[in-house]
Nanobody
Framework: QVQLVESGGGLVQTGGSLRLSCAAS????????MGWFRQAPGKEREFVAR????????YYEDSVMGRFTISRDNDRNTVYLQMNSLKPEDTAVYYC????????????WGQGTEVTVSS
């Protein structure tokens, strides 16, 4: 059974930083893209960042470009999201996503970790 377990969310002040982790189990994703999405209260889930299997290619939503950094450790089957210069509009539940093959978003989702940025 595949599981994606996020951690690292919490409450932080504007301008602060958090590092999210997503540990996968049940299957190796070392040959697949992984990424992060988020859903703010009352809004639809939106793309945040994506990283290819090697970590060489990274993609970001415009509003997080230059503030967030996605990375991965294939030995640990884990993907990270370093979030700096956080803003109140970053407040959301952050979900890890893992792809199999070319389909994106992938079929595997984590349960989410909540991030709250206070002004």
């Amino acid at each position: 059974q595949v599981q994606l377990v996020e951690s690292g969310g919490g409450l932080v002040q504007t301008g602060g930083s958090l590092r999210l982790s997503c540990a996968a189990s049940g299957r190796s994703f070392s040959n697949d893209d992984m990424g992060w999405f988020r859903q703010a209260p009352g809004k639809e889930r939106e793309f945040v960042a994506r990283i290819n299997w090697s970590g060489y290619s990274k993609y970001y939503e415009d509003s997080v470009m230059g503030r967030f950094t996605i990375s991965r450790d294939n030995d640990r089957n884990t993907v990270y999201l370093q979030m700096n210069s956080l803003k109140p509009e970053d407040t959301a539940v952050y979900y890890c996503n893992a792809a199999v093959g070319d389909r994106w978003p992938g079929v595997y989702w984590g349960q989410g970790t909540e991030v709250t940025v206070s002004s």
